[in-house]
C-alpha cells in the first residue's frame, strides 16, 4: 500500500501536517513491505520537506501514484485525483453549504472519503482529533483577548510562541481581577481549556457558588449542557433525550451571562439544539459578558456574537451591542469582544500535528491493512461515487443547488 501524505491546498494556509517524520520513520520500520510513503513537497509546513527527508521520508511533486492520501484540511476540487482514499476534514456532515461543491466532485470522482470526525471506538468515542489543542490554543487567547481589551496585561500571540513551554511562561504575566469565567463543555477541547485555566491557578467552583457567591479572586465553572438547557415540556433534563432530540429543550444560560465576564465556549453545538443566548440579549445592562472565546466556531450558531470567524492573522473582532455590528477589535470598551478562530491548533502546529499523527498511527495504520475494518468503514462518507448508507442523510443537500 503506497500512502501519499498531500500539500495543504487551502489560504490561508494550513501548517499542520498529519504525520511527523520520526512517526513516517517508525511506520516505513514497523510495516516495511507492507506500506510505502509518500510525501508531497510543500513550502507552507511547520514541519519542512527537508525534515523528512532527513528522516529517510521520500518528498515528490506527484503523488498521484499513491493509494491513500492523508491530509488536514478541506482538499481543493482541482487538486482531489480521482479514484483514490483520502482522509481529511471534510466539513460537510452538518450540510456546510461552502463544502457542497467539495462533497459533489468527491462522488463524481468516484473518490473513498474518511473524515477524522467519525474515526470512532466501538464506545464511539473519537480517537483522532485536534480538539485538546484547539482548547489551549483557545483558552490562551481568550486570556490575550482580555488582556488586550483591559490593558491590564499583555501577552506574547499564541502563533509567535516556539512551544508550549513558552505559551505555559507567557501565562506568568496574566493579573485578573476577581471576575468570573465560565466554560461549556466537557470533551477534549474542554480538558484543553482546563490545563490553561489550572497552569494559572484559577479556582475552579460550582454553578451554584458561580451564581450566587461572591469572590475576591477570578473564579471559573465548567457547565454541561445539562447546567443550561431544559425540557420545554416540564423544565426536566434528560441526557440521552437531549442528545437525539434537542429540538425539545431551551436555554436557561441567560442567569450565566449576568454574572460571567469571559465565556470560553467549548462544546460541540447540534444545529437543531437552541442557542446558548440571542443576539437581542446582549444590549441588556444585566448582561456582564465582555470577552468571549468561541472555540467552537458555528457561525451564528450557539453564541450569536459569532456571527462570522477571525483569523489568525486577526483574531478578535468586536460586536456592538445594539446594531450587532461587527467591529474592529477592542475600539470600544462597552462592546463585546470576540474571538473566533476556526483553526486554532494551527498556533502550535509542530505538537499538535505530533499528538494527531500518534493517534493516526495507533488508529488508523494498522486499520488500513484490514480487511474492511469496522473503524474505517464507520468513519466513510462516500466510495464508489455514493454516499455510504449512514451518510445518506446528504443526498438532498449534496444534490442541492443552493449556495446559502
Not at 501536517?17 to 510495516?31: A, E, G, N
Request: aromatic share 10%; net charge negative; charged share 30%.
Amino acid at each position: 500500500m503506497k500512502i501519499g501524505i498531500i500539500r495543504e491546498g487551502k489560504n490561508p494556509p494550513d501548517k499542520r501536517v498529519p504525520f511527523t517524520p520520526s512517526q513516517l520513520q517508525v511506520i516505513q520500520r514497523d510495516y516495511a513491505g507492507k506500506i510505502s510513503i509518500q510525501v508531497e513537497s510543500s513550502d507552507v509546513r511547520v514541519i519542512t520537506d527537508q525534515e523528512y527527508l532527513d528522516a529517510g521520508i521520500e518528498v515528490v511533486d506527484d503523488i498521484s501514484s499513491c493509494d491513500v492520501l492523508f491530509g488536514v484540511k478541506e482538499v481543493k476540487i482541482d487538486q482531489l485525483i480521482p479514484e483514490k482514499t483520502y482522509f481529511f476534514f471534510s466539513h460537510t456532515m452538518k450540510k456546510q453549504p461552502y463544502n457542497r461543491k467539495l462533497l459533489k466532485a468527491i462522488l463524481e470522482k468516484n473518490i473513498r472519503l474518511l473524515d477524522y470526525e467519525v474515526l470512532k471506538d466501538e464506545e464511539g468515542n473519537r480517537v483522532v482529533a485536534f480538539g485538546r489543542w484547539a482548547g489551549i490554543v483557545g483558552a490562551y487567547n481568550a486570556f490575550w483577548t482580555y488582556g488586550q481589551k483591559t490593558a491590564l496585561f499583555d501577552l506574547k500571540r499564541a502563533k509567535d510562541c516556539f512551544d508550549l513551554q513558552e505559551l505555559h511562561a507567557e501565562l506568568t504575566k496574566v493579573q485578573l481581577p476577581p471576575i468570573k469565567i465560565a466554560v461549556t463543555g466537557t470533551g477534549r477541547v474542554a480538558k484543553g481549556v482546563l490545563e490553561i485555566l489550572q497552569k494559572l491557578n484559577i479556582k475552579q467552583i460550582s454553578k451554584e457558588e458561580f451564581l450566587f457567591h461572591y469572590y475576591e479572586e477570578p473564579v471559573f465553572v465548567m457547565l454541561k449542557s445539562e447546567d443550561y438547557y431544559r425540557r420545554k415540556s416540564d423544565g426536566g433534563y434528560d441526557r440521552a433525550e437531549f442528545h437525539k432530540y434537542p429540538e425539545r429543550y431551551e436555554s436557561h444560560f441567560q442567569k450565566f451571562t449576568e454574572v460571567a465576564e469571559i465565556l470560553i465556549s467549548a462544546a460541540y453545538w447540534d444545529p437543531a439544539a437552541p442557542r446558548l443566548f440571542e443576539l437581542d440579549e446582549i444590549a441588556s445592562d444585566d448582561f456582564q459578558i465582555s470577552v468571549i472565546a468561541d472555540i467552537s466556531c458555528d457561525i451564528n450558531g450557539s453564541v450569536p456574537t459569532t456571527i462570522k470567524s477571525s483569523t489568525i492573522t486577526d483574531p478578535v473582532f468586536d460586536v456592538d451591542r445594539d446594531s450587532h455590528e461587527a467591529l474592529p477589535a477592542f475600539g470600544s470598551q462597552t462592546s463585546i469582544s470576540v474571538m473566533a478562530i476556526d483553526n486554532l491548533p494551527c498556533e502550535l502546529p509542530r505538537e499538535a500535528s505530533r499528538e494527531f499523527g500518534e493517534q493516526l498511527t495507533k488508529w488508523v495504520i494498522p486499520a488500513l491493512l484490514e480487511e474492511n475494518a469496522p473503524i474505517l468503514e464507520r468513519a466513510t462518507i462516500a466510495r464508489d461515487g455514493d454516499l455510504t448508507l449512514e451518510f445518506m442523510y446528504l443526498t438532498d443537500f449534496v444534490q442541492s443547488d443552493d449556495e446559502s
